[in-house]
């Protein structure tokens, strides 16, 4: 058996990218606590990076990392996003991934207010947008109840992105007049979403499930158990809008093993609904002609 360095850069890239990066950002920065002298007062922008191509960034997005003292990002934030942070600001990994946390919610909390008592201009990366499955609302509380400002920067939801970049539509008025983006992790882990109420509305709706893909033969048995036809058009988006986005489609009894087949590890997103039928043929290279204009 041989082992092929290029190989595993190849399936772990945004993992490499933050070895590399820390090592470069190290070597970039003095020690943090004297390299920069903190604002009269401090402020935290909640800012949404966006489902994965750094060119989907907002304006304002990229201006605030540009300004900011500190940079604390999930990992969901691709690694073209990194990248877009100058070397001087520092930078903390403090995001959670099913069975990898890294750091609880409420020691992510205290950190943006002991940092906002400081003085410091930090921004809150998070993946996709802030007001969807973020858990800001936990943040935002923490930092009122400390009378530290801050602003929140949406950004692009991976339901959106990777409808975009796939071309299976969220609506389509001759079969799905609504959508419903939910996630598969409920604050209590014993209790689950009630399975009757959404496949009755799978009649005519798009349900996007948002950090499912672990709980996919369990999601896919729930709704066959309720009643949803065997034969409903699943889709998993792995990476979306990312370089090595995959889509596989499939019915409601094929989907699991079609994505245990293609090794899908994730991050993905479960879009379960009759507009997959009406998948656009998107060419998403076209984009690449347009990637990385300059920001003004």
């Not at 100058?86 to 750091?103: I, N, Y």
């Not at 339901?159 to 001759?174: Q, V």
């Not at 209590?188 to 798009?206: G, R, V, Y």
């Not at 009759?274 to 690449?288: A, N, T």
Request: aromatic share 6%; proline share 5%.
């Amino acid at each position: 058996m041989t082992y092929s360095i290029a190989a595993q850069v190849a399936r772990f890239p945004n993992l490499v990218f933050r070895v590399v990066e820390s090592i470069r950002r190290k070597a970039a920065q003095r020690d943090f606590s004297h390299s920069r002298e903190a604002s009269a007062e401090g402020k935290v922008f909640i800012v949404g990076a966006g489902p994965g191509d750094a060119d989907l960034l907002t304006v304002k997005a990229h201006k605030l990392l540009q300004v900011a003292d500190i940079v604390l990002f999930d990992w969901l934030v691709d690694a073209s996003v990194l990248a877009m942070i100058p070397r001087h600001v520092k930078t903390e990994f403090v995001g959670k991934r099913s069975g990898k946390h890294s750091m609880p919610q409420q020691d992510i909390c205290q950190r943006l207010v002991a940092l906002g008592k400081a003085g410091y201009t930090v921004v809150r990366l998070k993946g996709g947008d802030p007001a969807v499955f973020a858990r800001t609302c936990e943040e935002t509380e923490a930092l009122s109840a400390n009378n530290i400002p801050f602003a929140i920067v949406p950004g692009i939801t991976a339901a959106s992105g990777a409808s975009a970049y796939t071309g299976i539509p969220l609506t389509d008025r001759r079969c799905a007049q609504t959508v419903r983006l939910m996630t598969a992790h409920l604050q209590d882990p014993t209790k689950e979403p009630d399975w009757t109420s959404i496949a009755a509305a799978m009649k005519n709706e798009t349900v996007v499930m948002y950090m499912g893909l672990k709980r996919l033969g369990m999601i896919t048995s729930r709704l066959a158990d309720v009643g949803v036809a065997l034969d409903l058009p699943v889709a998993v988006v792995e990476n979306a809008c990312c370089h090595n986005q995959r889509v596989i489609t499939g019915t409601l009894t094929t989907i699991a093993p079609s994505v245990a087949e293609a090794q899908i590890e994730g991050p993905a997103l479960l879009i379960f609904g009759e507009v997959i039928h009406s998948r656009q043929q998107v060419s998403p290279e076209l984009l690449k002609h347009y990637s990385h204009v300059s920001f003004v």
